[in-house]
């Protein structure tokens, strides 16, 4: 079983414009939608489309509660959150120009969490996750939840014996790597705060996988640089044209957790998960992909032993 835990959840809100964005101008909408938002709940989608059975685990503001619930239903995602009274679960603004690769994402801070709402999520976790479980905490932390009450939570993790995976950023991250935990995914600006001075980042990645099982370090289009064991590796996407990015390292992060699941190989793992990212940038939305796809892009994925 894996859990995913979503600290600081968002529903995306897709403004699909006309044209490009322009200053000084009236900006006009083709259409608006809206999807699934959080680190947590994207990593959550990737293992639900690909059948490996896992839990949404994390907060929700109740005053938009059903609006929340109804996307994690739509998209199939097991979720038992942990309500946080009289307010609501903040909202990402995903921009999407025609004719423009990419997108652009504006993010609310969200609400703040009560020592309360921090006491029942570590309940639900207590009475939940098992040894033989894997746990991803993803994304950022909202407010009232400290970098103390992190650590807390990953050592209450590793008591209990679990596969801890986290995409964490900044002080978040390093609290992480420090508290030990078996998966991290930082960018490549990201692990230049682990590095010591001077060190390469094939350097930083050998000696974080000394005491970390899986480092994988995204460089957006270029790809990733991996490291397990003694493994390490140059992963490179297939050639693709990108419509939305939003949400693509967190794909990456649940269809790599799924595939470990599965039993597959390091490699196997990389190149698969690189290819279900790389189906998802196709997509104008927040989360799809086609497993179909990623299975045919699968065989365009490079690797380089380094």
């Known amino acids: 079983m894996i859990y995913t835990i979503t600290l600081n959840p968002t529903i995306d809100r897709l403004l699909y414009l006309e044209e490009v964005l322009t ?14 938002g959080g680190k947590g709940h994207h990593g959550s989608y990737a293992m639900s489309k690909l059948e490996v059975e896992n839990q949404a685990l994390g907060f929700c503001g109740t005053t938009n509660k059903r609006q929340l619930e109804k996307i994690l239903e739509q998209k199939n995602i097991n979720h ?5 009274y009289g307010k609501p679960t903040r909202e990402s603004y995903v921009i999407v120009e025609k004719g423009v690769s990419g997108s652009i994402l504006i993010t609310e801070r969200g609400y703040e969490v009560s020592s309360y709402d921090k006491s029942l999520l570590v309940d639900k976790i207590e009475e939940k996750v098992k040894a033989e479980d894997t746990v991803l ?24 014996g679990c596969f801890i995976a986290c995409d964490l950023s900044g002080e978040a991250l390093k609290a992480a ?7 991290i995914k930082p960018n490549r600006f990201e692990i230049l705060e682990l590095a010591n001075h001077g060190q390469s980042l094939l350097d930083t990645v050998k000696e974080l996988t000394k ?8 460089q957006g289009g270029s790809g990733s640089l991996c490291g397990h064991g003694n493994e390490f590796y140059q992963i490179s996407p297939p050639t693709i044209v990108v419509k939305n990015d939003t949400g693509a390292g967190d794909c990456f992060v649940g269809s790599f957790l799924a595939s470990l699941t599965q039993k597959k190989s390091f ?3 990389l190149t698969f998960a690189t290819a279900c990212s790389a189906s998802k940038v196709q997509h104008i939305d927040s989360t799809s992909f086609s497993v179909k796809d990623a299975q045919n892009l699968q065989k365009k994925v490079l690797v ?3």
Do not use: C, H
């Not at 200053?23 to 699934?36: F, Q, T, W």
């Not at 005491?211 to 995204?218: F, L």
């Open 177 to 183: 790597v420090k508290a030990g935990v078996n998966f």
């Open 211 to 218: 005491t970390i099982d899986y480092v994988i370090v995204s």
């Open 267 to 269: 490699v196997d793992s």
């Open 304 to 306: 380089e032993k380094v």
């Open 23 to 36: 200053k000084e101008k009236n900006n006009r909408l083709e259409s608006v939608a809206y999807d699934l």
């Open 137 to 160: 905490i993803a994304g950022s932390m909202p407010p009232g939840f400290e970098i103390k009450d992190l650590e807390q939570l990953i050592t209450l993790l590793n008591k209990i």
């Open 80 to 84: 038992d959150l942990v309500d946080v």
